[in-house]
């Protein structure tokens, strides 16, 4: 519509001021026919003349002299004079406006220049009907050719919309339908085709979304496959265990002094063992038991990781220290908390034994008015950047061959069910730290579980 306007009102404002002129023309010509004859020109003749131009009268001024040249009765009195001499753009506008909006037949004077300097002016009045009716048929040419144009155009910006926009746009629809069918198939995966750039980096987001998702649900899929044949194994092997507990119960009658000694730690580590495959089997039914609370010492619990994992490093050139106040206790649970030193301290011997040389592993606890802080480090080789990105992630976080990465994650996961943190305090090539933070604060499991 605005751009009706601004082409509609400036070209009927000069089609006016064309046919305004073009009267003034003809009238000149007429007036020049009678200069040119030396007669008087008879009464039918010239009203014929003012016919032909189209006016009533016309004035003619030649040097300083205004001069009435051709002349016929006037209807009614004229309403309006125009200077068509000099006029501007806004004065043409609204004359050309109130022209059409004015119904009334009226009587006009015009003045203007003459052709090729024939006089000074000319002036001449004229009816407005005829203008008005002339006015109104060329408004409606524009009008009509306006709106063919704007069909066109507008037919062509929706093939242009249809083609460029609506297409790509009802193709990445079809294209995530498709997807969300079957997000596990990797042919459905949008391959980007458009060519707008917008559409086109659209496109590519949505593409790298998919196949970062495709990914995630191939991995969840096989953890689940794992998950399933780790309770089956964790099954199988508890039944084996308990067999076994059977006959470690015997062995400690035993009257053998060196089978009687072990035979507890025996007992025991199967004990933990039957304890970790039920708690696995727990876990793949979604049960998994909160920590069980109770207050023990500390120092018993860490010579026992410890003794375990001296008897694993017989043959190897690593020293174990232990610094553990003899009276600190502390409030967790104690199987969980020994998977987790466990796994910390298995996790620094190997790193150990793997470059070859002498090794330390420590174990301190320290003791405040808001929790305990347990220390693991070592004199390690360090961790490599790929392990610190992933260091909790299972199956991401392993820095040996062989491994699976999943030692972290447990004791992750153990040590959050707690409301407690376990991180990464300091790793180099000089060694190792970790750090285990257990609250005194007794929280609800579901509350830490968040």
């Known amino acids: 519509m605005l751009a009706e306007v601004l082409i509609f009102v400036p070209s009927i404002a000069r089609f006016r001021e064309d046919y305004l002129l073009s009267r003034l023309e003809r009238a000149q010509i007429a007036s020049l026919a009678l200069l040119a004859s030396d007669d008087m020109l ?3 003749l010239e009203a014929e003349l003012l016919q032909n131009a189209g006016v009533l009268n016309v004035v003619l ?7 009435l040249i051709l002349d016929s009765p006037i209807p009614q009195p ?6 068509l001499r000099d006029p501007g753009a806004a004065e043409l506008i609204r004359d050309a406006i109130s022209r059409l909006l004015e119904r009334d037949e009226q009587v006009v004077r015009v003045i203007g220049n003459p052709v090729r300097e024939a006089g000074l002016l000319i002036e001449v009045t004229l009816e407005t009907s005829r203008l008005r009716a002339e006015m109104i048929d060329y408004g409606l040419r524009i009008l009509l050719l306006s709106a063919v144009i704007s069909v066109l155009t507008a037919a062509l910006l929706f093939f242009a919309a249809r083609g460029f926009i609506v297409a790509p746009i009802k193709r990445v629809v079809d294209a995530m339908q498709s997807y969300a069918s079957a997000p596990e198939d990797a042919r459905r995966i949008i391959t980007p085709e458009a060519k707008v750039l917008e559409l086109r980096e659209a496109e590519m987001a949505l ?6 998702l495709t990914g995630a649900l191939r991995q969840k899929q096989r953890l689940a496959q794992l998950g399933g044949a780790v309770a089956k194994i964790s099954h199988d092997l ?4 308990t067999t076994a507990q059977l006959f470690a119960d015997r062995m400690e009658n035993s009257a053998d002094p060196a089978v009687a000694r072990a035979a507890p730690k025996l007992v025991s580590s199967i004990s933990r063992a039957i304890s970790l495959c039920e708690s696995t089997l727990a876990f793949g039914k979604a049960e998994e038991p909160p920590p069980r609370l109770s207050r023990f010492a500390l120092a018993p619990l860490v010579d026992d990781v410890i003794e375990s994992e001296r008897l694993a490093a017989e043959n190897e050139d690593v020293s174990f220290s232990v610094n553990v106040p003899s009276g600190m206790t502390l409030r967790a649970d104690s199987e969980q908390l020994y998977r987790v030193l466990a796994n910390l301290v298995r996790n620094a011997r190997q790193a150990i034994v793997a470059t070859g040389e ?11 008015d808001d929790g305990w802080t347990l220390i693991v480090q070592d004199t390690g080789p360090g961790l490599p950047p790929k392990a610190q ?3 909790f992630s299972p199956f991401s976080g392993g820095t040996r061959k062989g491994g699976f990465g999943l030692g972290l994650s447990i004791a992750a996961d153990l040590v959050k069910g707690h409301g ?3 991180d990464l305090a300091r790793t180099d090539d000089t060694g190792t730290t970790f750090r285990i933070v257990l609250p005194k604060a007794v929280l609800r499991f579901e509350e830490a579980a968040e």
Do not use: K
């Open 207 to 212: 593409q790298t979304m998919q196949t970062q």
């Open 389 to 391: 990105e992933h260091l």
């Open 358 to 368: 002498f090794g330390e592993i420590g174990v301190s606890a320290t003791e405040s």
């Open 420 to 422: 407690g943190t376990l």
């Open 61 to 67: 001024r030649r040097d300083e002299m205004r001069q």
């Open 42 to 44: 008879s009464q039918d």
């Open 238 to 241: 508890r039944n084996i265990l």
């Open 78 to 83: 004229i309403v309006a004079t125009y200077d």
